[in-house]
């Protein structure tokens, strides 16, 4: 076997050997010329394949997708078609909320967000449970396990009026929403209805599941034709919600800069103020003056806008579709729910990161080491190298609380989450 590949390999340096620059350019040319063109025919297969395998050809047929289906069409967009920016839209859904008084206001009570020593904890804990919603099917125990989880950690503070049902069908709006505009705006393409009425009825049946009035909504009480109607509605509530309560407040300020802080994490200190001019670019003016933030200079707008459309323009003509080895995935897939589970990607401190010889010692972990950041496993136990159990995700004073009410929720969720249609 080896002989035979370095016999291939010679006669392959010697035809290149004796081939002139002519030659090689007559046969180089053509390849080249080739490529986009390959990446033309590739680009649109995965969404068409979509298409054709769920079958909602038109507006009367989004009535009856399936909690099922939308979980699946919108995990192709995450874990395929657009794995970058529909992470960084849900980061930024997170980011937003702290443009309006009465969150910020709760975040810098509870500190969770507002003080360095939990933020990035916190940071971590909301992304482990979003992606335990994203990532397995609404029938899921990992996916139950999670909203029942989330209902908890919330529901001391929604019981006593602290947290809004204003502000958590604002938050919800947020998830669903911004992935559809980061999308629209800056990826290769926009998502076609169908999609976008996925993404409507997989968070809808999400609200359902954490206990989230929609009565504030137009068609709240009378119901919703499908996705696409309850995303249509959601997105202009939203935005209408954010002209009376999205104002400014130095508690904006003050969790958005520990927020800032996570989000430029992993950038070198002496270009992190780069970085948070990108951020404050990636702002539009309402929430860039309740957060008390100056807008980047032109000269900075000009670069971060063109850096956008050569971004857009390189995965569009130039960029093969992402193959199903390369899935984009941000935890172990297949524990139970009664195992432990491992991030696997992170931008932030390693919590619940496994300390495996490549996770210490490649170049993610050199990176890291030439910033001066921990590594997984340094410090002990304090960014939980043993991964974390769902029952337990939260702030420290959480953990090992709440048990009854996990497996109550649980239970419920069995029953009520079950994969078919959430409008009927």
């Known amino acids: 076997m080896a002989s035979t590949a370095t016999a291939l390999s010679k006669t392959i340096a010697n035809l290149i050997k004796d081939t002139s620059p002519q030659q090689l350019l007559k046969y180089v040319f053509p390849l080249v010329a080739a490529y986009p063109i390959l990446v033309s025919l590739l680009r649109f297969r995965r969404m068409n394949q979509m298409h054709k395998k769920y079958n909602y050809p038109t507006r009367e047929s989004f009535a009856g997708m399936t909690d099922e289906d939308a979980f699946q069409i919108q995990k192709n967009l995450v874990q395929f078609e657009f794995p970058f920016l529909f992470t960084k839209a849900l980061q930024f859904a997170l980011f937003r909320t702290y443009g309006i008084p009465t969150i910020s206001g709760v975040l810098t009570k509870t ?28 029938t899921a125990a990992r996916s139950h396990a999670a909203i029942a989880r989330t209902r908890f950690l919330h529901s001391g503070y929604r019981s006593s009026g602290t947290i809004r049902d204003e502000d958590m069908l604002y938050t919800l709006s947020l998830f669903a929403s911004q992935p559809v505009r980061f999308i629209n705006k800056y990826e290769w393409r926009e998502l076609s209805d169908m999609e976008k009425c996925a993404i409507g009825t997989f968070w809808k049946s999400l609200g359902d599941g954490l206990d989230i009035s929609y009565d504030l909504l137009p068609s709240g009480k009378t119901g919703f034709r499908d996705g696409l109607h309850w995303l249509e509605e959601i997105m202009a509530w939203s935005d209408a919600y954010e002209v009376i309560s999205m104002l400014p407040d130095v508690k904006n300020r003050e969790v958005a800069d520990q927020t800032t802080d996570v989000l430029v994490y992993l950038i070198p200190k002496p270009l992190q103020h780069v970085g948070l001019k990108f951020v404050s670019f990636m702002m539009d003016d309402r929430l860039r003056k309740a957060m008390l933030y100056d807008p980047p200079s032109s000269s900075y707008a000009k670069l971060f806008s063109f850096l956008l459309s050569t971004r857009q323009f390189v995965m569009r003509h130039l960029a093969l579709p992402r193959p199903y080895l390369l899935r984009y995935t941000t935890f172990t897939e297949y524990q139970s729910v009664d195992e432990r589970i491992f991030i696997t990607q992170w931008d932030g401190a390693p919590y619940y990161v496994k300390p495996t010889i490549w996770n210490h010692w490649g170049p993610g972990a050199w990176y890291s080491w030439a910033l001066g950041l921990p590594l997984p496993g340094d410090e002990g136990n304090m960014y939980y190298p043993a991964g974390y159990n769902i029952a337990d995700v939260g702030p420290k004073y959480f953990e090992g609380r709440g048990q009854k009410f996990q497996l109550e929720g649980v239970e419920g969720l069995r029953v009520s989450r079950t994969g078919g249609c959430p409008f009927g």
Do not use: C, M, N
């Not at 360095?116 to 099917?137: C, I, M, N, W």
């Open 111 to 138: 500190t969770q967000f507002s003080k360095p020593g939990t933020s990035l904890k916190r940071y971590t804990d909301t992304t482990a449970l979003v992606q335990e919603f994203l990532g397995h099917s609404p």
